[in-house]
């Protein structure tokens, strides 16, 4: 009985969609773990106003720090693109390309600018909703 | 109860600081696949950021108010 179930888990493992769950799980679990090993120093020094609140909110801001260089940079890359796109359309006298690539700059410098008040943008919604949190405790039913 | 009531309220206090987090994170990321939608002409990328936005903030603000909406469903039913 033990054996057949030990040949059915075997079996199991063996199957491919298993081992690929196997694996995503295991990759989230070491990018857990590195994050963890991220925020744990916010966590361990204390500090004014310490703890792991201030540590998720460390860690986030990092995060957010992260993709704003990384926004810049797709900005960077998009501008030169598309700024030799724009060269060559009047080069060859398409003003529906030349057009496009403007309004392109256009939309990736708004968007990055989007991306840089992600911050501040969040700050403000925060604000705002939890203007309505309830200092009201929760009721327990009585049963 | 006390104890039950502390714990509930620190688990609801989590989940509103992680829905701020992700929602600090959905404007960055949302921003980035903004920008990597408008380059490469792909309208689908360009548009699911805002919709995506608009339901974390949505989703924020029901986070915010768990506490006033279980005690609204408690008090109705008890």
């Known amino acids: 009985m033990t054996k057949t179930r030990l040949v059915q888990f075997a079996v199991l493992i063996g199957a491919p969609g298993l081992r690929r769950t196997v694996y995503r799980l295991f990759v989230a679990f070491i990018a857990a773990l590195l994050l963890c090993q991220i925020a744990l120093p916010v966590l361990a020094d204390g500090g004014p106003g310490g703890g792991a609140m201030a540590g998720l909110a460390s860690l986030v801001k990092m995060a957010v720090d992260g993709l704003i260089v990384l926004a810049a940079l797709a900005m960077t890359f998009a501008i030169a693109f598309t700024g030799v796109m724009s060269i060559f359309s009047k080069m060859a006298g398409m003003p529906y390309a030349e057009a496009n690539a403007t309004m392109k700059i256009i939309g990736v410098v708004i968007l990055f600018i989007i991306t840089a008040f992600a911050i501040p943008l969040a700050n403000a919604v925060i604000d705002n909703v939890m203007e309505y949190h309830s200092p009201e405790g929760i009721h327990i039913p009585s049963v | ?78």
């Open chain 2, 1 to 78: 109860m006390g104890p039950v009531k502390a714990i509930s309220a620190e688990i609801v206090g989590w989940g509103v600081a992680i829905c701020a987090a992700t929602l600090a994170v959905t404007i960055a990321l949302g921003g980035i696949e903004g920008q990597v939608g408008e380059f490469f002409s792909i309208p689908g990328l360009s548009v699911s950021p805002r919709v995506r936005v608009i339901v974390v903030i949505l989703a924020l603000a029901i986070a915010a108010s768990a506490v006033p909406i279980s005690n609204a469903v408690v008090g109705a039913l008890w």
